[in-house]
C-alpha cells in the first residue's frame, strides 16, 4: 500500500504563505476510477478535521468554512500530486497537515465531508506552525 508524503511544512509568521505538497495521493483501489483527495489537519488535543477536498474527476473542490478565501487545493493528475495553498495563515491554523485520498466515487459531491472515515492510507503529516 503506497502512502502519501507531506512535504512543505514549516513555521512562519502570522499573515505569512505556506505551499503543502503531498506526492502518491492515489486510491488504492485497483480499478480505475474517480475519488477525493483531501487535505487535513490536526491540532494537539483535538481530532483530525478536514481542510479542503477536490475531485479527480472535474476538480470540484470544497472548503471549510475557517479557510475559504486563504487556502487553495489543487491537483495534478498525472503526477499523483494534491497541493495546498495556504495564505493569510493565522495561529489557529497551527497543526499536523495529512492528506489522503478517499474510496472510489462516481458523485464529486461526496467530497464535501465533516469527517476522515472515507479516507486512507495516511501519511506522517507535516507540521505547520503559525506564530502571532
Do not use: H
Amino acid at each position: 500500500q503506497v502512502q502519501p508524503v507531506e512535504t512543505g511544512g514549516g513555521s512562519v509568521q502570522a499573515g505569512g504563505s505556506l505551499t503543502l505538497s503531498c506526492a502518491n495521493s492515489q486510491s488504492t483501489y485497483s480499478i480505475p476510477s474517480n475519488y477525493c483527495r483531501g487535505w487535513f489537519r490536526q491540532a494537539p488535543g483535538k481530532q483530525r478535521e478536514v481542510v479542503a477536498t477536490i475531485y479527480t474527476g472535474d476538480g470540484t473542490t470544497y472548503y471549510i468554512d475557517s479557510v475559504k478565501g486563504r487556502f487553495t487545493i489543487s491537483q495534478d493528475n498525472a503526477k499523483n500530486t494534491v497541493y495546498l495553498q495556504m495564505n493569510s495563515l493565522k495561529p489557529e491554523d497551527t497543526a499536523m497537515y495529512y492528506c489522503a485520498p478517499s474510496r472510489p466515487t462516481p458523485d464529486p459531491r461526496r467530497c464535501v465531508v465533516n469527517d476522515d472515515s472515507a479516507f486512507g492510507p495516511w501519511g506522517q503529516g507535516t507540521q505547520v506552525t503559525v506564530s502571532a
